[in-house]
């Protein structure tokens, strides 16, 4: 079993919509969820951090983990054609981080 | 400009001539890592180094050699690349703290074509 599995879509929807990332994980050790997104022919970049069960909200952006079932999401409110991108999802302890493999996501005009 | 870099950005290669992707950092970051990027895999951590002189295996290390003499400097070593080391590298950086990895700085990627 992967230590973190993500569902690995594609997943395309229109513009305006509520999209739903998802990412469970097996491992209770880890203490810090992450979100990355990474354009095409470009590194992953930073887009959420949380180390607590619950949500954080950044702008249009919500993530979102529930420790007890070892669950994170990422949902984008009102999205748009720039956030068409690969969405990582990511689990860290003091010296190792795991990612996911990745959801690519694509927002159609 | 904080920046991972990493150089060459793309190279096409032969089996088992040896090579060396470089990275470089100026955040003055301890934790340093390299990574490679396979189509349904993600991204997989290769080896890291959390300070000088100090590195370890991440959980793909096998063909793949590593060194922290400084600490602004990653480099990764192939020294008998094969076909299966095809792939998108990665570089990255961080700051750590007692609780875990957060943000990782990555640089623009190397793209390896091993004939």
């Known amino acids: 079993q992967k230590e973190v599995e993500q569902d690995p879509g594609p997943l395309s929807v229109p513009e305006g919509a509520i999209v739903s990332l998802n990412c469970t994980y097996s491992?209770?050790?880890?203490?810090?969820f992450m979100w990355y997104r990474q354009y095409s022919r470009k590194g992953p970049e930073l887009l959420m951090y949380?180390?607590?069960?619950g949500n954080k909200e950044d702008g249009r952006f919500t993530a979102q983990v529930d420790k007890s079932s070892k669950y994170i999401s990422l949902f984008i409110r009102d999205s748009q054609p720039s956030d068409s991108a690969t969405y990582l999802c990511?689990?860290?302890?003091?010296?190792?981080?795991?990612f996911g493999s990745g959801t690519r996501l694509s927002i159609r005009p | 400009e904080a920046q991972v870099t990493q150089n060459p950005r793309y190279l096409i290669t032969v089996t088992g001539k040896k090579l060396t992707v470089t990275c470089s950092q100026n955040?003055?970051?301890?934790?340093m890592s390299w990574y490679r990027q396979d189509p349904g895999l993600g991204l997989r951590q290769i080896y890291y180094?959390?300070?000088?002189?100090?590195?370890d295996k991440g959980d793909v290390p096998e063909g793949y050699k590593v060194s922290r003499k400084e600490k602004r400097n990653f480099p990764l070593i192939l020294e008998s690349p094969s076909p299966n080391q095809t792939s998108l590298y990665f570089c990255a950086s961080t700051e750590t703290s007692g609780r875990g990895i957060h943000e990782q700085f990555f640089g623009p990627g190397t793209r390896l074509t091993v004939l």
């Open positions: 949380t180390y607590s069960s």
């Open positions: 180094s959390m300070n000088v002189e100090v590195t």
């Open positions: 990511a689990i860290s302890s003091a010296s190792k981080i795991i």
């Open positions: 491992n209770s050790a880890f203490q810090y």
């Open positions: 955040m003055n970051h301890e934790y």
